[in-house]
């Protein structure tokens, strides 16, 4: 992957992450910040800038996945709030 692509991939990972709760940060340091000894207080922003080429591909599909779930748990709620109104 070249760097615009990387780059773009780190900038879409945050965004996805910046709408996600911080139940969700703590997975994703987890899953990404190995190098970091899994310390949950690191900032999310660093460990997307420190992310191996390789696992952005897969980290984007995370945060989309994360986010579409969010989204739909979102209309649920709203719509179940429409029905008893």
């Known amino acids: 992957m070249n760097k615009q692509l990387q780059d773009f991939a780190r ?3 945050k965004e996805g ?3 996600l709760p911080e ?3 703590r997975i994703f340091i987890k899953m ?3 190098g970091t000894g899994y310390n949950l207080g690191v900032d999310i922003d660093m460990v997307v800038d420190e992310m191996p080429a390789d696992r952005l591909d897969s980290a984007m599909q995370q945060v989309q996945r994360s986010t579409s779930k969010l989204e ?3 209309e ?3 719509n179940d709030i429409k029905k008893n109104v």
Do not use: C, M
């Open 76 to 78: 649920v709620v709203g």
């Open 32 to 34: 990404y910040a190995g």
């Open 11 to 13: 900038q879409t990972i």
């Open 72 to 74: 739909k748990e979102k």
């Open 17 to 19: 992450l910046a709408l």
């Open 23 to 25: 139940s969700a940060h």
